[in-house]
């Protein structure tokens, strides 16, 4: 069962977790505040989502300890709901004289305090009104001076005597006073704006330190009434406002974020991952190339693979035979999560994927198909004329081909697709290296796999599938066999699917059929899976896996994979001209090579050379059924990310905390070797 359904998108609260790993930077946060000169404020600066609300709870539940600390807490939102912007404005300044002014021993005065202040504000709005309908400021501003004791300078002196007396009592000895106003960027700019104008005018007194979550771009928008939109010649006026509001600016870390070890932990709650953690720096990679590592928008990244995950169990449990959900590598669930990802960050080019998944086969024409060659028509600006637009597409084409990113075949039908959208043909690059990376490495450039793992992966993330509106500008023709989850009923819907959608010949048919003939011989018992490819169960680990491949060397015949055994030390077999291969290519300090180090492949090229090698195919065959249904604990089994290797004949746990892991490596460039063979008598 897992151990949480979705991720609430709530900040860190008292005794939570701190899995953006923000407690060294609020640590140094309290002690500034706690030693600071006053009065001063500082402001924690992020974009919407950034952990601000998190930040700031740490500290405030940090100096709840701190008996000196008259902590006040603000959410500006809140005091915004089914109020005017006035009202507002006057909650929030009332609310926090009300907090100061409650553990006055001297309840007259603070009751004075009380009243004179909310005559005050209430007059000020008035003046802002009345303002805004065009009376001069002049003709009511003395309504701010009716009495000494009641004009901002009065109120201000005040709340310093009250804040000062509190340090010299025997009972509640704040030597000061923290105020946290949170959530200011989720209410209009030009409110917000007023109310640290306020902030500063009322409170500026010693012993007072704001905390105030507020991006800096918040205040650039609430000011653009006064100084109009921001440009190079008066982006000195807003950052003059900005600095004399904020003392001191903190910046969300965001940049410092250990996204993958917070991604992981998250997959973690929701039971997506158990045991082996997807390859953190993978995962960095493709967040940073797709939704960004704002923390909000990856709690709803969570959300979904949630309810893929939850939806593929459903379908599990009601008999649906490829709704596996048990038997996926980790490797399968490193491509879910890039293509979760991918469908998020660009849903459009995720349809265009799930109709033809083996995205390196993408050519010229399958890119006008997909546009109707309308990138020759699009422009930046409407007064353009059509020939100037196509030399212009012309002309940055030439430019993309010119890089890495848009060198090959494939690639320069990817930037023909994105170059009809605005929004994508600004994210063209981060697409083409995503897909880089997800050929590269989750699935280690091999590119006989690549469409059989891609259509496993979008069988599994299909059910959250949108194409927004913000990218419908690409035009995607309806497509007769249009992508689908698609279940397979037995071997002939198999077969059928593999001359339909795979374009399997006719020999690879014949050879496949002859396969599945003989499992069926073997293994009269056995659980058969058909999806993407034919595979093979026992005791619900699986042993056996073969689909159709679109490589040149294997078009008319298939690859299997298999469990290596421990009585021959995990070594690959040889039959003669053919030998078995490792899963994956070894690469030194490649976290995600060393998966599936329990099995390799082997290729058949046509149905003569699995002939020719029956007898020996069907001792190893047995062989890797042995290891699923009696020996699953023994197998090799590798965990590079941890430096850990433990098999029948070896256990290693390295010591060296260092990403090399010296121990691990030569072990793994040993067992992973495509020269670590042995014959098969």
Same mark, same amino acid.
């Given at each position: 069962?897992?151990?949480?359904?979705?991720?609430?998108?709530?900040?860190?609260?008292?005794?939570?977790?701190?899995?953006?790993?923000?407690?060294?930077?609020?640590?140094a946060l309290m002690r500034f505040v706690e030693h600071a000169n006053t009065p001063i404020t500082v402001g924690i600066q992020g974009e919407w989502g950034s952990g601000k609300t998190s930040l700031i709870n740490t500290i405030f539940q940090n100096l709840e300890t701190r008996k000196s600390i008259k902590q006040?807490?603000?959410?500006?939102?809140?005091?915004? *709901? &089914?109020?005017?912007?006035?009202?507002?404005?006057?909650? %929030?300044? /009332?609310?926090? !004289? +009300?907090?100061? @002014?409650? =553990?006055?021993?001297?309840?007259?005065?603070?009751?004075?305090?009380?009243?004179?202040?909310?005559?005050?504000?209430?007059?000020?709005?008035?003046?802002?009104?009345?303002?805004?309908?065009?009376?001069?400021?002049?003709?009511?501003?003395?309504?701010?001076?009716?009495?000494?004791e009641q004009n901002v300078a009065g109120l201000r002196r005040q709340l310093s005597e009250v804040i000062s007396d509190m340090a010299t009592r025997q009972?509640?000895?704040?030597?000061?006073?923290?105020?946290?106003?949170?959530?200011?960027?989720?209410?209009?700019?030009?409110?917000?704006?007023?109310?640290?104008? *306020? &902030?500063?005018?009322?409170?500026?007194?010693?012993?007072? %330190?704001? /905390?105030?979550? !507020? +991006?800096?771009? @918040?205040? =650039?928008?609430?000011?653009?009434?006064?100084?109009?939109?921001?440009?190079?010649?008066?982006?000195?006026?807003?950052?003059?406002f900005f600095d004399k509001i904020i003392q001191l600016p903190f910046m969300m870390p965001m940049g410092q974020y250990n996204i993958g070890k917070y991604v992981n932990s998250l997959l973690e709650d929701i039971g997506f991952i158990q045991d082996v953690k997807l390859d953190e720096t993978a995962v960095s990679r493709i967040i940073d190339l797709t939704i960004g590592g704002n923390p909000r928008s990856i709690k709803r990244l969570i959300n979904s693979i949630s309810l893929i995950r939850m939806f593929a169990q459903e379908s599990q449990s009601n008999g649906n035979q490829s709704a596996d959900t048990d038997h996926v590598e980790i490797d399968d669930r490193l491509l879910q999560f890039a293509f979760v990802c991918l469908q998020i960050a660009y849903p459009s080019i995720y349809s265009v994927i799930t109709q033809e998944p083996n995205f390196l086969s993408w050519d010229d024409n399958f890119a006008t198909s997909q546009t109707g060659r309308a990138e020759e028509r699009v422009g930046d600006t409407n007064d353009l004329s059509v020939d100037q637009r196509k030399s212009l597409f012309e002309e940055?084409?030439?430019?993309?081909?010119?890089?890495?990113?848009?060198?090959?075949?494939?690639?320069?039908?990817?930037?023909?697709?994105?170059?009809?959208?605005?929004?994508?043909?600004?994210?063209?690059?981060?697409?083409?290296?995503?897909?880089?990376?997800?050929?590269?490495?989750?699935?280690?450039?091999?590119?006989?796999?690549?469409?059989?793992?891609?259509?496993?992966?979008?069988?599994?993330?299909?059910?959250?599938?949108?194409?927004?509106?913000?990218?419908?500008?690409?035009?995607l023709p309806e497509r007769e066999r249009a992508y689908q989850r698609r279940y397979l009923n037995g071997i002939e819907a198999f077969l059928e699917d593999g001359k339909v959608n795979h374009g399997a010949s006719e020999a690879a048919i014949l050879c496949m059929q002859t396969i599945h003939q003989d499992l069926s011989e073997w293994f009269p018992g056995g659980e058969f899976k058909f999806h993407g490819s034919m595979s093979v169960y026992s005791q619900k680990h699986k042993f056996f896996t073969a689909g159709f491949q679109k490589s040149r060397a294997l078009k008319d015949g298939t690859q299997l994979q298999l469990i290596r055994h421990f009585k021959n030390e995990y070594r690959l077999p040889k039959m003669g001209t053919i030998a078995g291969t490792p899963s994956r290519t070894f690469k030194r300090g490649s976290l995600t090579s060393a998966h599936t180090s329990d099995r390799y492949l082997i290729d058949i090229p046509n149905l003569e050379t699995y002939q020719q090698h029956r007898d020996a195919i069907r001792t190893l065959v047995m062989e890797s059924a042995e290891m699923a249904e009696t020996g699953w604990d023994k197998r090799l089994k590798i965990d590079y990310a941890a430096g850990t290797l433990s098999s029948q004949h070896e256990k290693i746990l390295d010591e060296d905390s260092s990403a090399s892991f010296p121990d691990l490596t030569a072990a793994c460039e040993r067992l992973l070797s495509p020269d670590y063979t042995y014959d098969v008598i």
């Amino acid at each position: 069962m897992d151990k949480q359904v979705g991720i609430v998108d709530e900040p860190i609260t008292n005794g939570g977790n701190d899995k953006l790993e923000i407690s060294a930077h609020a640590n140094a946060l309290m002690r500034f505040v706690e030693h600071a000169n006053t009065p001063i404020t500082v402001g924690i600066q992020g974009e919407w989502g950034s952990g601000k609300t998190s930040l700031i709870n740490t500290i405030f539940q940090n100096l709840e300890t701190r008996k000196s600390i008259k902590q006040v807490w603000i959410n500006s939102w809140e005091h915004s *709901l &089914l109020s005017s912007p006035e009202e507002a404005l006057l909650k %929030i300044i /009332v609310h926090i !004289i +009300d907090e100061i @002014v409650e =553990v006055d021993a001297n309840q007259a005065r603070a009751q004075k305090i009380k009243q004179g202040a909310e005559k005050i504000f209430k007059g000020a709005l008035r003046i802002g009104a009345q303002m805004s309908m065009g009376m001069e400021a002049g003709k009511v501003a003395q309504e701010l001076l009716e009495a000494d004791e009641q004009n901002v300078a009065g109120l201000r002196r005040q709340l310093s005597e009250v804040i000062s007396d509190m340090a010299t009592r025997q009972s509640n000895p704040y030597e000061r006073v923290v105020i946290y106003v949170d959530d200011l960027d989720r209410i209009e700019p030009r409110n917000a704006v007023a109310i640290l104008e *306020l &902030l500063k005018n009322i409170f500026s007194v010693e012993r007072c %330190i704001f /905390v105030l979550a !507020i +991006d800096f771009q @918040v205040v =650039v928008k609430g000011l653009e009434g006064k100084f109009g939109p921001q440009t190079p010649e008066n982006e000195w006026e807003f950052r003059a406002f900005f600095d004399k509001i904020i003392q001191l600016p903190f910046m969300m870390p965001m940049g410092q974020y250990n996204i993958g070890k917070y991604v992981n932990s998250l997959l973690e709650d929701i039971g997506f991952i158990q045991d082996v953690k997807l390859d953190e720096t993978a995962v960095s990679r493709i967040i940073d190339l797709t939704i960004g590592g704002n923390p909000r928008s990856i709690k709803r990244l969570i959300n979904s693979i949630s309810l893929i995950r939850m939806f593929a169990q459903e379908s599990q449990s009601n008999g649906n035979q490829s709704a596996d959900t048990d038997h996926v590598e980790i490797d399968d669930r490193l491509l879910q999560f890039a293509f979760v990802c991918l469908q998020i960050a660009y849903p459009s080019i995720y349809s265009v994927i799930t109709q033809e998944p083996n995205f390196l086969s993408w050519d010229d024409n399958f890119a006008t198909s997909q546009t109707g060659r309308a990138e020759e028509r699009v422009g930046d600006t409407n007064d353009l004329s059509v020939d100037q637009r196509k030399s212009l597409f012309e002309e940055r084409y030439h430019a993309a081909q010119q890089t890495d990113d848009f060198d090959e075949g494939w690639e320069k039908a990817l930037f023909r697709i994105c170059y009809v959208s605005p929004r994508l043909r600004t994210r063209a690059t981060d697409i083409s290296k995503l897909l880089n990376f997800i050929r590269s490495d989750v699935l280690e450039d091999q590119h006989t796999i690549v469409p059989m793992a891609i259509e496993r992966a979008l069988r599994q993330t299909a059910i959250t599938s949108v194409v927004s509106t913000a990218e419908a500008a690409i035009p995607l023709p309806e497509r007769e066999r249009a992508y689908q989850r698609r279940y397979l009923n037995g071997i002939e819907a198999f077969l059928e699917d593999g001359k339909v959608n795979h374009g399997a010949s006719e020999a690879a048919i014949l050879c496949m059929q002859t396969i599945h003939q003989d499992l069926s011989e073997w293994f009269p018992g056995g659980e058969f899976k058909f999806h993407g490819s034919m595979s093979v169960y026992s005791q619900k680990h699986k042993f056996f896996t073969a689909g159709f491949q679109k490589s040149r060397a294997l078009k008319d015949g298939t690859q299997l994979q298999l469990i290596r055994h421990f009585k021959n030390e995990y070594r690959l077999p040889k039959m003669g001209t053919i030998a078995g291969t490792p899963s994956r290519t070894f690469k030194r300090g490649s976290l995600t090579s060393a998966h599936t180090s329990d099995r390799y492949l082997i290729d058949i090229p046509n149905l003569e050379t699995y002939q020719q090698h029956r007898d020996a195919i069907r001792t190893l065959v047995m062989e890797s059924a042995e290891m699923a249904e009696t020996g699953w604990d023994k197998r090799l089994k590798i965990d590079y990310a941890a430096g850990t290797l433990s098999s029948q004949h070896e256990k290693i746990l390295d010591e060296d905390s260092s990403a090399s892991f010296p121990d691990l490596t030569a072990a793994c460039e040993r067992l992973l070797s495509p020269d670590y063979t042995y014959d098969v008598i």
